[in-house]
């Protein structure tokens, strides 16, 4: 019953991201449309601060042999590859609001698909070795290629983000209250996937660390 109080706290913090993200401002080109992409924004600074946070824990996990940072960089990482996988389908709506049409070779929706599979065959492979402090590592290097990839990313048709801009006012106050709301619901759904994790001294079976 414990677990499943993160999953509503996590259905709770969206919709009230939801209710957060009408109350932005409209914008003066795409109006009130703009604010599906105040939320397809938040949403996406969810995941990756999750995927920061499971990308920490578990190089911790991995250096410490620690259950408990272990248990929590996997359940992360799923939790925010949920997000993630969500944000892609998101993407395209809000490529059809803001463009009227699709472009998906924009780099900033083709290297986030491509981390996507690449996430999903990673979470297969860990879950089937079944060896927590190589899921935690692995964590690791996952979120710091993302972060790399997503760093050296061009931006084609995808703008920069104006709630970053100094004159962006309540739209920043707007925003973060968006990615502060989505990241809980984010990390209550991990708290929801999460299950505790033995770690072992070995990280292939006759092979000493």
Known sequence: MKRFSGLWIAVLLILLAVCSALLAPPEKTLGERARLIYFHAGWVWAALLSFGLSGL??????????????????????????????????????????WNGLFLAE?????????????????????????????????????????????????????QMPMLNDRAGTLRFTFFALVLLLSGACWSLAAFLMRPVQPSSKLFPNVSL
């Not at 408990?68 to 892609?88: E, G, T």
């Not at 079944?130 to 990313?153: C, D, E, R, Y």
């Open 57 to 98: 824990t578990g190089l911790i996990g991995f250096l410490s042999r620690r259950s408990n940072p272990l248990s929590w960089s996997i359940a992360l990482q799923r939790s925010a590859l949920v997000f993630w996988l969500v944000f892609l389908p998101m993407s395209l709506w809000v490529m059809q609001v803001s």
């Open 107 to 159: 780099p900033r929706f083709r290297i986030p698909l491509h981390f996507a599979v690449i996430g999903l065959l990673l979470q297969a492979a860990t879950t089937l070795i079944s060896k927590p402090a190589i899921s935690g590592l692995a964590n690791f290097l996952f979120t710091a290629m993302l972060f790399l990839a997503l760093q050296g990313a061009e931006y084609v048709l995808h703008p």
